[in-house]
């Protein structure tokens, strides 16, 4: 039999056009700005505590010249990703869009040319949903409130007029653009709202605009979907199932966001069983790779999003079925459902050669490693050691291999 706790449900969908975000689970981030150029980190500005005349002269350097979208849309198909999170403007304040608040931009640069339009076409080519990250931190624009909050200089700038009012409009006059000019957006992905600002005109303007637009809690509301971020956010951990919609975020770089030419990157088995975990549990997983500052991404990169990519479709029906939670004693077993077909995730390596799924004891008609399609061997048996320390009947699977990073089991069920 399933244990009742199967009756836990995942979050329930908003019932309009936003519901693409339940459908499509898995998705590219990319970081990339002038921060590229340095290839040192995203908030270079801010974290080697330098001067906007030391940082901002990047702006004449910036021609990305082997930038292809198209290419980047190849990585993410090869990868199994359905949508996009890009970067309009990050905490240094540089627009990636031909923006008409500021000089501050792509189209000011050598290259000249607007580069979010360019991945804006591609994406409508491909039906791909594009999610615009904007950041309220902004290290340029005179009119915002430096005060030494993260992101920030410890106070005004040479020449800065700080105004909170007037800046709010210029993000508002920002996102309105981003709104309009680009086609269809999946959605805004605020960050650095570290002046804590609640404004639901923000999120009223954007759902007039672009009403299929899901919207971040790290904005000026609550929003739509919690945003777990890295391993240090253990909320993942936390639960078996998402109670309200979530998007987990990883990079494949452990330093950083940004292209960083010095990486120490996780390993391909590591991020397998982070996105198997946040997916089991009904969530959305954005994982990030960052362009090198003449447009291509990493050779490294899109070498883990290849391997990473051929597991995803291996195991994708797994990943995507409904949450069922914790079935198991063993906490390292989460489980989705689809009709009578269980499928248990085995989120890390296990102690043992064989998988205990006590409670269980029903024996399935078939047991199938989704990885590699091989037949397993599951039976119910009666041991004298399970989890709660006596001897009891238990659904036993044997024969996954050891080593298998992000394993899924088909449990084909009467």
């Known amino acids: 039999m399933v244990p009742a706790a199967a009756a836990a449900a995942a979050p329930a969908r908003f019932g309009d056009g936003r519901d693409w975000f339940f459908e499509k689970r898995f998705g590219l981030f990319l970081h990339w700005g002038l921060y590229a150029i340095p290839a040192w980190h995203e908030q270079d500005l801010y974290r080697k505590r330098l001067k906007r005349e030391q940082y901002e002269p990047l702006i004449q350097q910036f021609n990305p010249?082997?930038?292809?979208?198209?290419?980047?849309?190849?990585?993410?198909?090869?990868?199994?990703?359905?949508?996009?999170?890009?970067?309009?403007?990050?905490?240094?304040?540089?627009?990636?869009?031909?923006?008409?608040?500021?000089?501050?931009?792509?189209?000011?640069?050598?290259?000249?040319?607007?580069v979010l339009k360019m991945l804006a076409e591609e994406c409508g080519r491909r039906n791909v949903p594009l999610c615009l990250y904007y950041s309220v931190v902004d290290e340029h624009q005179k009119n915002y409130p430096h005060a030494g909050r993260p992101y920030e200089f410890a106070g005004p700038q040479a020449g800065d007029e700080p105004d909170l009012a007037k800046y709010l409009e210029y993000v508002k006059r920002q996102v309105r653009e981003l709104c309009t000019n680009y086609g269809k957006i999946g959605g805004i992905w605020w960050d650095a709202n570290v002046l804590k600002v609640r404004d639901a005109s923000v999120r009223a303007m954007i759902r007039e605009l672009q009403p299929a637009a899901v919207i971040n809690n790290r904005g000026f509301d609550d929003g739509d979907y919690g945003t777990p971020e890295r391993d240090y956010d253990r909320t993942v951990e936390g639960v078996g199932i998402f109670e309200r919609p979530t998007e987990a975020?990883?990079?494949?770089?452990?330093?950083?966001?940004?292209?960083?030419?010095?990486?120490?990157?996780?390993?391909?088995?590591?991020?397998?069983?982070?996105?198997?975990?946040?997916?089991?549990?009904?969530?959305?997983?954005?994982?990030?790779?960052?362009?090198?500052?003449?447009?291509?991404?990493?050779?490294?990169?899109?070498?883990?999003?290849?391997?990473?990519?051929?597991?995803?479709?291996?195991?994708?029906?797994?990943?995507?079925?409904?949450?069922?939670?914790?079935?198991?004693?063993?906490?390292?077993?989460?489980?989705?459902?689809?009709?009578k077909t269980l499928y248990a995730h085995v989120t890390a390596e296990p102690a043992t050669d064989a998988l205990l799924l006590q409670p269980m004891a029903e024996?399935?008609?078939?047991?199938?490693?989704?990885?590699?399609?091989k037949p397993l061997q599951a039976e119910v048996v009666r041991l004298p050691r399970l989890w709660n320390q006596k001897p009891d009947r238990c659904l036993r699977v044997k024969g996954v291999p050891e080593g298998t990073a992000g394993a899924v089991v088909k449990l084909e069920m009467e």
């Open 249 to 339: 975020c990883e990079a494949v770089g452990y330093q950083s966001w940004g292209w960083r030419a010095d990486e120490d990157y996780y390993t391909v088995s590591h991020l397998k069983r982070s996105i198997q975990k946040t997916l089991a549990k009904g969530g959305n997983y954005l994982l990030n790779v960052g362009p090198m500052a003449d447009g291509t991404l990493p050779a490294r990169a899109t070498g883990m999003l290849d391997e990473i990519g051929r597991w995803y479709k291996a195991v994708k029906e797994g990943l995507t079925a409904e949450p069922a939670g914790r079935l198991a004693a063993d906490a390292s077993l989460l489980f989705t459902r689809r009709g």
């Open 363 to 373: 024996k399935p008609v078939r047991a199938t490693l989704l990885n590699t399609g």
């Open 65 to 114: 010249v082997k930038y292809r979208p198209a290419e980047w849309l190849d990585a993410l198909e090869r990868a199994g990703m359905e949508y996009v999170c890009f970067t309009t403007k990050h905490i240094d304040g540089f627009c990636l869009w031909d923006s008409a608040a500021t000089d501050y931009k792509v189209t000011r640069t050598p290259y000249g040319e607007d």
